[in-house]
T-cell receptor, first 111, second 114 residues
């Protein structure tokens, strides 16, 4: 069974203090790994798809990387508006329609 | 297209009542998904459709839950004889099958069973 574990559960940063969020996964043949952002009371918002080890994607202050066992979401010089829950999900090649999600990391950025 | 729409946004119901939620996906997307999310947890898979065909249903889903997607357009999720444990956010998402695409989620329906 596919599994996704995210750490830490919560992260508090000062504005401008860079850090990383971790997503460890086990899947029977990775089709894709996804990062989403979720604000309170809203549905998740898609950020990135990573397909293979060594791949990197960037968007503004966010950079996602992928290895064979984990993915990192690096946040550089965060701002208060980056505060949200960040979710990681995987899709297996054998079941391309279904994503398995982790429980997320809740990021709070203080001004 | 304005994205994925879900209705209602909030629903409060008494235990034992039936409830039905509606999801209108992005029109070009042929895949539609239902997930359930409780506080502090990630979305939990319930079921998904490709066009009008229901391709998978979670083993965790009891017989009280049923979903339909007539004509491959909007979808409904019905919960019969609601229980307090059904209280959660019910999320609908859609995607295309042309590539490995992330989902586009709706804003969800918050169900409270009292």
């Amino acid at each position: 069974e596919d599994q996704v574990t995210q750490s830490p559960e919560a992260l508090r940063l000062q504005e401008g203090e860079s850090s990383s969020l971790n997503c460890s996964y086990t899947v029977s043949g990775l089709r894709g790994l996804f990062w989403y952002r979720q604000d309170p009371g809203k549905g998740p918002e898609f950020l990135f798809t990573l397909y293979s080890a060594g791949e990197e994607k960037e968007k503004e202050r966010l950079k996602a990387t992928l290895t064979k066992k984990e993915s990192f979401l690096h946040i550089t010089a965060p701002k208060p508006e980056d505060s949200a829950t960040y979710l990681c999900a995987v899709q297996a090649r054998t079941n391309a329609g279904k994503s398995t999600f982790g429980d997320g990391t809740t990021l709070t950025v203080k001004p | 297209d304005t994205g994925v729409s879900q209705d209602p946004r909030h629903k409060i119901t008494k235990r034992g009542q039936n409830v039905t939620f509606r999801c209108d996906p992005i029109s070009e997307h042929n895949r539609l998904y239902w997930y359930r999310q409780t506080l502090g947890q990630g979305p939990e898979f319930l079921t998904y459709f490709q066009n009008e065909a229901q391709l998978e249903k979670s083993r965790l889903l009891s017989d009280r839950f049923s979903a339909e997607r007539p004509k491959g357009s909007f979808s409904t999720l019905e919960i019969q004889r609601t229980e307090q444990g059904d209280s959660a956010m019910y999320l609908c998402a859609s995607s295309s099958t042309s590539d490995v695409a992330g989902y586009t989620f709706g804003s969800g329906t918050r169900l409270t069973v009292v």
